[in-house]
């Protein structure tokens, strides 16, 4: 119980190094962290196919196309870094305070955890969920990332055209 | 048939990137003509009693529980109407064809995205398909020009994040009151007057007001509505803000709340609210689309009041009220633009007089202004009247009063817009305008006709509308 508290913790803190890190590669790995924190989480609940979604989509492809984006950007000067740190760091200071009294908050709260979900059928098995139970909610994933797709022509041609 | 509302466009754009590049220009007429279908569907309520049998194989393999009513066939109206008048605005409006090509993809991207939330019974299934619009929508902003276009699409991504995680959250708290996440299975729990059932009704119901952008979380929608392209600003508060925001709350008061206490008190006091600020917000601005984001905000606190009212005329009012908002706000953002491409500006503290020079153009905003205003016998009268019984009939006096008070409210910023820009002297510097294209003109005057059939055919139209199902 203490190992899994102490996985909670460190997940946590990742979380917040990636939203308050100002540069984008720190970001990409505090969020790859997490990410990969989180599967742990995951195998050590049972949850053996979602963790290795996780693993795979957020902590792996997710950070691989972050860093290439952060790898195009243009670096900033010294000056634009540190009036950047002070605002940000101004803005989202209260971040970790709202986490911590969020979870005392919760903590008080006698949430029923032991109610045990209905399974569904197909002995619960994501796969049968998936693919016989959820199709539609599958289309509605393909959807979104057609209109990623869509997003990237669009805004990289635009990025393109202001260029030139 | 209804799985050939999500699938016909969802092919339509796979198919047209097959297309050679020098044929581009046929995507905005293929999206036209689905969107045609689309609407035409709806009146004659053909996806819900053709025989299907033909596509029962089609059915069976995709799987997807989806079911029409009364309320879905409003919401594909509005749909087909609402994208065609945005893609004729966008045929004079954006400049290359290649632009016109991706508006016109990302048009029926969100519509699938519409099409799905108007069929699901799932609240899970609601919220993928109020993603699926919002990643359309938040590109189509952010396609606009401007310094100010990054903020709009930035506060819209930012506040749908922030939607998509209360509408998590609430699922997974649904599940662990109730073992399921259908509306059926919602309905059950708060039915039961399960305390968990509750908390996570409420955080969906935060989600919605975030997406529907009710006070307080209304901040994204004007610099969203301001930044985006003309096209996307008739799209968008013609129906993409609507099906994710209020539709998905008329839905769940409908099939959810069941007109139980708590459910309704939130949404009168939101909408109530929401009424009130929008519009005295909107009576201060000076950009002409930005007063109509401000509009936009306060009639559809209007649709949420009326949820608050007696259940089954409060969800007729709504309903009717979705619809002749729809038209007009697209309608009047299409007028917007009309003004903006012969000025080349919105500030309506520059304009003046336009009438005489932009006839139809004034003409049109008129009719849409007076109708949304609430005036007799203009399809806003009905709704209004209807809203104003619906919550007469709860006894809800108090927030009836404030219904009419915020009518006049209305008046007062549609007639002080219209005094400003159309009326009066014609400005000197503005000898050169002209009225406005053909192009510009026909979905226009085309929805300004369909506001003013409505009123005058008020019990006939009705019937067609909401077919009983409501």
Known sequence: MIWFTLLLVVLVLAALWASMTTTLLRATLGLALASALLSVVMFSMGATLAAAMELSVCAGLISVVLVSVASLTRPRSIQEEIASRRSRLRRIWPLPLVLIAGGVALSFVHAPVDIVLRLPAGDGDVRTVLWSMRQLDLFGQILILLAGALGVLVLFRKEAKDDD | ?470
């Open chain 2, 1 to 470: 048939m209804s799985d050939l509302l999500l699938l016909v466009p969802f092919v339509a754009v796979v198919l047209l990137y097959l297309l050679p590049k020098r044929a581009r220009a046929v995507g905005l007429w293929v999206a036209f003509g689905i969107l045609a279908l689309e609407a035409a569907a709806a009146v004659l309520d053909r996806f819900a009693t053709v025989d299907v049998g033909l596509l029962a194989p089609l059915e069976k393999l995709l799987g997807f529980h989806l079911a029409t009513d009364g309320l879905s066939g409003l919401v594909i109206l509005c749909t087909g109407l609402v994208g065609m008048a945005a893609l004729l605005v966008a045929r004079r409006t954006l400049e290359s064809v290649n632009e016109r090509f991706l508006f016109a993809n990302l048009v029926l991207v969100a519509v699938v995205g519409i099409n799905g939330m108007a069929m699901v019974r799932d609240l899970f299934s609601l919220y993928v398909f109020v993603e699926v619009t919002a990643v359309a929508t938040v590109i189509l902003v952010a396609a606009g020009r401007g310094d100010h276009v990054l903020e709009g699409a930035w506060k819209y991504i930012f506040l749908s994040v922030v939607a998509s995680v209360l509408m998590l959250t609430s699922l997974g708290f649904f599940l662990l009151s109730t073992g399921g996440i259908t509306l059926d299975a919602a309905r059950t729990g708060l039915a039961a007057n399960a305390p968990l059932a509750w908390i996570a009704m409420a955080l969906f119901l935060c989600g919605l007001f975030v997406k529907g952008a009710m006070v307080p979380f209304h901040g994204w929608l004007a610099d969203a509505y301001t930044a985006a392209p003309a096209p996307v600003s008739v799209f968008m508060a013609g129906i993409v803000t609507k099906a994710s925001g209020i539709f998905a709350l008329l839905r769940i008061a409908q099939s959810t709340l069941g007109g139980a206490t708590p459910g309704r008190e939130i949404l009168l006091v939101v909408g109530a609210v929401t009424i009130v600020v929008g519009a005295f917000l909107a009576l201060t601005q000076t950009n002409f689309k930005r007063m109509l984001a401000y509009s936009s905000i306060s009639q559809m606190g209007y649709i949420v009041l009326a949820l608050g009212g007696d259940l089954h005329l409060g969800i007729l009012a709504a309903g009717l009220h979705f619809f002749n908002h729809a038209v007009s706000k697209s309608q009047l953002f299409a007028n917007a633009a009309a003004v903006e491409k012969q000025l080349g500006t919105l500030d309506i503290d520059e304009m003046g007089g336009l009438g005489a020079r932009m006839p139809v153009t004034a003409g049109t905003s008129a009719v849409a202004s007076l109708s949304i205003a609430g005036l007799p016998p203009l399809a806003g009268f009905w709704s209004k009247l209807l809203i104003i019984l619906a919550l007469w009939n709860a006894k809800e006096y108090a927030f009836a009063a404030v219904a009419i008070l915020a009518s006049l409210v209305t008046l007062a910023y549609f007639l002080s817009l219209q005094r400003k820009v159309f009326f009066g002297k014609p400005l000197e510097k503005w000898a050169g305008a002209r009225e406005a294209s053909a192009g510009l003109l026909v979905p226009a005057v085309a929805l300004a006709l369909v506001t003013i059939a409505l009123g005058i055919g008020f019990p006939f139209a009705l019937r067609i509308l909401l077919g009983g199902g409501a």
